[in-house]
């Protein structure tokens, strides 16, 4: 019998009437009356629910059916014949299609009647009709496994940790992302789950053009596809609420709730039973749903570079995607990965047959043409009318800042930064960079730092044409150019103390500068910000603020330098050297010759890195810049030691020396004291490098300057090594490396490292040799590549094959 059954399993649960009814979504009364055989045949739904309640194994879930089974063939009889009767040949007759499935239970005088749980209506409800409301599924669907499994996983996780709790998940990401494709494939996926009906509507909550749907209205749309009689619906609108809970209650339904706005525009379209599971879709993260209701978040983001690939290729069906691959890498990266934009530019695609693919991606690579490609004929697909949609939704002060980041293209925002950019305090700022993150219109990449999507950031641009006056967009974007001009030049003078201070204007009322007072905050601001700083370069020398350009490029010189970043350097002194041409500066154009000659020689450009230092060393000579002078011959030094012409690098040092020294450089003769006497240990002069060292090290230590001291101990080590002193060699070593390694000097790190990989190897400690070469080839590989190969062939050697890689560190 089907009640014994179901106490059985109860107690073996260790469950009370109650605890397993909260389960179930059923009430305590109707579970006892199945229990003690008053109910004769429960429900369908009702069977399922208990099962899954008790979390029934297979096998004891098909012996569970059957009795429920068998309880219905008990129950039939030729007056009562419930919901089958027998035919002529003593076959079950089929059960009408029309039938309803009505629980039966012994009344008072012995016929069955239907089952009333105590939170539904005292009498049936015929009119009961089952929901199939959700839009078609989108072909195509591809990717989206995560999100996927958390919806999947989201029933059964609610009804194991709070059976009571009604299941909601909210799904929110960027307009144009496919949050609605994705919540409507899982529900087509899932139709099974949900065998009293599927319940949809788009609330319309960012749609240009119509109001967001009344939740009032939202119900009585809801009651009607429920098949509630239209003179069944009270006027108050607050009991059609309880109507719509109501009837849903004990259901197995699913309720999507489409586009909404905000938290009080879902409440009252939330139902009470568990039994029912809600799907919210948003362009808004909804923390109010996520904190007061429990609900379940699914940030959806863009598509990889694999689901970007997998949906052209599905979307096309005619091998172009596979046969033009770094055509699709381009309109993946030119559309953002985003879901709808890649639609629309496969439906072009489909529709073009004859065009290829990279034609499309050249299309796309015009920043100002790009959503003009990206529209359609109707605004649900129009990526620009999406995106306004979204923007329409802000108040005033995020909607000026939404602006704002469109008049600076920088690749990230920080903080202090998009508070400089709108003139307005940072904890101001703060707040409404974290409105349009609720809007999903800017993601928060990392705590404190913000970035715009190519296409919202093309949107944002357009914005800031079309609403701001020029005048408002020109002031922001300086005081932005000084808020990171300003705080990389605190930052530079950290990195190098000992180097005169650049000559900056006071920064524009509004303006935000960090503040930095240590080497690792120093150089934790240039490597997060330098994409910034390089952008900041170009944007000045398209605003014609040349002085910004030559003053960010002389600030972030030391950091390029110490980090190896050649490329980068090379590009932000030949910005600063047009600058200074056009501003007519000579002294600063000098300057400007020297630093990208510098850049020249570190990354082996040898013949432009001298025709370079000879304009710069001329420039010099003419505004009668000794110190210029003193500075360029140390540089060409070090370009003739690259090229193996020590002597000539002496000479180069020893007018550095003579120069510096009338001019009363003093950091200037320390440096130029350290390269004669480094040369001399190249010719074997050890004696005199050991002098010049020592008086090269006692003026870095009274100048404080502890990159300075780090050269010279590793030019005396150098110099010991080459008199056969290789312990005292590899103690000045280990003293260089730490003062290195204080500072932040990644490359010298590295030629130290390589130093003393040789002077251990030269008194037979392999061990030592190899984990010093292992340590400086790490550092090359990625600072200087081009450096990498001398290291590597001693690796080889030690382990006898000749050659090393990393993979062998």
């Known amino acids: 019998m089907f009640g014994s059954m179901l106490r059985a399993h109860r107690a073996r649960a260790l469950l009370t009437q109650e605890e397993l009814a909260a389960r179930a979504g059923v009430s305590v009364r109707h579970l006892r009356e199945i229990e003690s055989g008053r109910v004769h045949s429960p429900r369908g739904s009702t069977v399922r629910a208990l099962a899954d309640a008790l979390g029934l194994s297979e096998p004891d879930r098909d012996r569970w059916q059957r009795a429920a089974r068998e309880m219905v063939g008990e129950l039939s009889d030729p007056v009562h014949p419930g919901r089958h009767q027998a035919n002529g040949d003593g076959q079950d007759a089929p059960r009408p299609a029309n039938s309803v499935n009505v629980e039966v239970r012994q009344g008072a005088n012995g016929t069955p009647e239907p089952d009333r749980d105590d939170h539904l209506p005292a009498t049936p409800a015929p009119w009961r009709s089952v929901p199939a409301l959700l839009p078609p599924d989108a072909y195509g669907f591809t990717g989206r496994i995560e999100p996927l499994a958390r919806l999947d996983a989201l029933l059964a996780t609610v009804a194991v940790e709070q059976p009571t709790a009604v299941p909601i998940c909210l799904v929110s990401g960027a307009p144009g992302v496919g949050k609605t494709t994705l919540a409507v494939h899982w529900a087509h996926r899932n139709r099974q789950r949900f065998p009293d009906g599927q319940l949809y509507i788009d609330l319309l909550g960012f749609t240009a053009g119509q109001p967001a749907v009344e939740p009032a209205y939202a119900i009585r749309r809801l009651l009607d596809a429920l098949g509630v009689p239209p003179g069944r619906i009270p006027a108050d609108t607050g009991a059609q609420r309880d109507l719509y809970r109501m009837t849903l209650a004990g259901r197995r339904l699913l309720v999507l709730l489409d586009n909404a706005r905000d938290v009080a525009q879902l409440r009252p379209l939330l139902p009470g039973s568990p039994t029912t599971m809600v799907i919210v879709t948003s362009r808004d993260q909804l923390t109010g749903l996520v904190a007061a209701n429990g609900a379940h978040p699914v940030g959806l983001g863009a598509f990889s570079d694999e689901e970007s690939h997998e949906f052209l290729r599905r979307r096309l069906n005619d091998g172009r995607a596979d046969a033009q691959p770094q055509a699709i890498a381009h309109i993946a990266q030119r559309c953002a990965r985003l879901p709808l934009a890649l639609a629309l530019v496969a439906a072009r695609a489909v529709q073009q047959p004859s065009f290829p693919l990279s034609a499309f991606a050249s299309q796309l690579a015009d920043d100002r043409r790009r959503l003009d490609l990206l529209a359609a004929d109707d605004a649900d697909t129009n990526l620009r009318a999406v995106l306004a949609d979204s923007y329409a939704g802000l108040d005033t002060a995020s909607a000026r800042l939404f602006c704002l980041l469109g008049a600076w293209p920088a690749p990230e925002i920080t903080v202090a930064a998009a508070a400089s950019l709108a003139g307005l305090p940072p904890d101001r700022v703060g707040s409404l960079l974290a409105r349009l993150v609720r809007a999903h219109l800017v993601a928060e990449r990392a705590e404190g730092r913000y970035l715009l999507h190519d296409l919202l950031a093309a949107y944002a641009a357009e914005l800031s044409h079309e609403r701001l006056d020029e005048s408002?967009?020109?002031?922001?974007?300086?005081?932005?150019?000084?808020?990171?001009?300003?705080?990389?030049?605190?930052?530079?003078?950290?990195?190098?103390?000992?180097?005169?201070?650049?000559?900056?204007?006071?920064?524009?009322?509004?303006?935000?500068?960090?503040?930095?007072?240590?080497?690792?905050?120093?150089?934790?601001?240039?490597?997060?910000?330098?994409?910034?700083?390089?952008?900041?370069?170009?944007?000045?020398?398209?605003?014609?603020?040349?002085?910004?350009?030559?003053?960010?490029?002389?600030?972030?010189?030391?950091?390029?330098?110490?980090?190896?970043?050649?490329?980068?350097?090379?590009?932000?002194?030949?910005?600063?050297?047009?600058?200074?041409?056009?501003?007519?500066?000579?002294?600063?154009?000098?300057?400007?010759?020297?630093?990208?000659?510098?850049?020249?020689?570190?990354?082996?450009?040898?013949?432009?890195?001298?025709?370079?230092?000879?304009?710069?060393?001329?420039?010099?000579?003419?505004?009668?810049?000794?110190?210029?002078?003193?500075?360029?011959?140390?540089?060409?030094?070090?370009?003739?030691?690259?090229?193996?012409?020590?002597?000539?690098?002496?000479?180069?040092?020893?007018?550095?020396?003579?120069?510096?020294?009338?001019?009363?450089?003093?950091?200037?003769?320390?440096?130029?004291?350290?390269?004669?006497?480094?040369?001399?240990?190249?010719?074997?002069?050890?004696?005199?490098?050991?002098?010049?060292?020592?008086?090269?090290?006692?003026?870095?230590?009274?100048?404080?300057?502890?990159?300075?001291?780090?050269?010279?101990?590793?030019?005396?080590?150098?110099?010991?090594?080459?008199?056969?002193?290789?312990?005292?060699?590899?103690?000045?070593?280990?003293?260089?490396?730490?003062?290195?390694?204080?500072?932040?000097?990644?490359?010298?790190?590295?030629?130290?490292?390589?130093?003393?990989?040789?002077?251990?190897?030269?008194?037979?400690?392999?061990?030592?040799?190899?984990?010093?070469?292992?340590?400086?080839?790490?550092?090359?590989?990625?600072?200087?590549?081009?450096?990498?190969?001398?290291?590597?062939?001693?690796?080889?050697?030690?382990?006898?094959?000749?050659?090393?890689?990393?993979?062998?560190?």
Not at 489 to 514: D, F, I, K, N, Y
Not at 591 to 600: I, M, N, Q, T, W
Not at 699 to 705: A, C, I
Request: proline fraction near 2%.
């Open 472 to 809: 408002e967009r020109i002031e922001a974007v300086h005081r932005a150019l000084d808020h990171v001009l300003h705080t990389a030049a605190a930052a530079a003078a950290v990195l190098r103390p000992q180097r005169q201070p650049l000559p900056l204007s006071v920064a524009r009322p509004g303006t935000v500068v960090e503040l930095i007072t240590t080497i690792g905050e120093a150089f934790a601001w240039f490597t997060s910000e330098l994409p910034t700083l390089m952008t900041a370069v170009s944007i000045a020398g398209a605003l014609g603020s040349d002085r910004h350009a030559m003053l960010l490029a002389q600030a972030a010189q030391t950091y390029l330098y110490r980090q190896g970043l050649h490329d980068e350097q090379v590009h932000v002194q030949q910005a600063a050297l047009a600058a200074t041409q056009r501003l007519g500066d000579r002294p600063a154009e000098a300057r400007a010759y020297l630093s990208v000659a510098h850049a020249f020689t570190c990354g082996g450009r040898h013949d432009e890195a001298l025709r370079h230092f000879n304009k710069a060393f001329a420039l010099y000579l003419e505004v009668d810049d000794r110190e210029g002078q003193a500075q360029t011959h140390r540089h060409i030094a070090w370009l003739h030691e690259t090229r193996d012409h020590h002597r000539e690098s002496l000479h180069h040092a020893e007018q550095a020396l003579v120069l510096s020294a009338a001019a009363r450089d003093d950091l200037g003769v320390a440096e130029a004291l350290n390269l004669v006497g480094w040369y001399h240990a190249t010719l074997d002069d050890i004696v005199a490098a050991q002098i010049y060292c020592r008086r090269a090290l006692a003026l870095h230590r009274r100048l404080d300057n502890p990159a300075g001291e780090a050269n010279t101990w590793d030019s005396l080590g150098y110099a010991l090594v080459r008199a056969n002193l290789h312990r005292r060699g590899i103690s000045h070593y280990q003293r260089a490396l730490r003062l290195f390694r204080a500072v932040g000097a990644r490359l010298d790190q590295a030629e130290v490292l390589d130093h003393l990989g040789d002077a251990h190897a030269a008194i037979g400690e392999t061990e030592n040799a190899r984990r010093s070469w292992s340590e400086s080839l790490a550092i090359l590989e990625t600072v200087d590549p081009a450096r990498t190969s001398d290291v590597r062939a001693k690796l080889g050697l030690l382990t006898g094959c000749g050659d090393a890689t990393s993979g062998d560190l």
